[in-house]
């Protein structure tokens, strides 16, 4: 199983970027980079999904490294709203199926303060 | 599109009696997990179905949990009996049958909040 590795909590200021680097050394070459942010008493929330390079959606953008070894996470001028726990989680391919069983570590708690 | 759902969302039940937790996922999502974290705990995985058949069920606990997805819809888990240590939430999931290349990511539905007495 690919172990990531992430900071327990990161804390910001409305308006700025944020970005959350998680290393996952182990990762094996048919998985995929995915994170979740959680909100307290919610489900998680399938924020972005990368391989490789840049991916960039209407939400953050995903930086993954060539040897794709870590990925960073970022929030672009983040607002107050976006205080929640971030998981980074590479997806491990389920025997005999195309879905993917995710192994979820701590995650970041991001605050964003006024 | 309506997201996962799952009912009921609170439940306090007493040590020894038996709760069911239902899970309605996307419609077309033949992937279905289930997942849970209990007090002070990370979100683990249970198991995972396709359609109605359990493709891995190495997250289970122990047999006081069962799962079932009969006709590949929605999914119950049922709990009998439960134990005090049970208490924490029981997400559920869904996706829909492919690789992530496709596009198969993975929707969580809001979680059923289980207190065990």
């Known amino acids: 199983l690919a172990k990531t590795t992430q900071p327990i909590s990161m804390d910001s200021y409305e308006g700025q970027e944020v970005n959350i680097t998680c290393s996952h050394n182990?990762?094996?070459?048919?998985?995929?980079i995915t994170w979740y942010q959680q909100f307290p008493s919610q489900g998680p929330r399938f924020i972005i999904q990368g391989y490789k390079t840049k991916v960039t959606n209407e939400v953050a953008s995903l930086f993954i490294p060539a040897d794709r070894k870590s990925s960073t996470l970022s929030l672009p001028r983040v607002s107050l709203s976006d205080t929640a726990v971030y998981y980074c989680?590479?997806?491990?391919?389920?025997?005999?199926?195309?879905?993917?069983?995710?192994?979820f570590g701590g995650g970041t708690r991001v605050l964003v303060k006024p | 599109e309506a997201g996962v759902t799952q009912f009921p969302s609170h439940s306090v039940i007493e040590k020894g009696q038996t709760v069911t937790l239902r899970c309605d996922p996307i419609s077309g999502h033949d992937n279905l997990y289930w997942y849970r974290r209990v007090m002070g705990k990370e979100i683990k995985f249970l198991l995972h179905f396709v359609k109605e058949s359990k493709q891995d069920e190495s997250g289970m606990p122990n047999n006081r949990f069962l799962a079932e997805r009969t006709g590949g819809t929605y999914s119950t888990l049922k709990v009998q009996p439960a134990e005090l240590e049970d208490s924490g939430v029981y997400f559920c999931?869904?996706?829909?049958?492919?690789?992530?290349?496709?596009?198969?990511?993975?929707?969580f539905g809001e979680g059923s909040w289980l207190t065990v007495v």
């Open positions: 989680l590479v997806g491990d391919k389920a025997i005999k199926a195309a879905g993917n069983k995710l192994t």
């Open positions: 182990n990762i094996a070459t048919n998985d995929y």
């Open positions: 999931a869904s996706s829909r049958f492919g690789p992530p290349s496709s596009g198969n990511t993975i929707y």
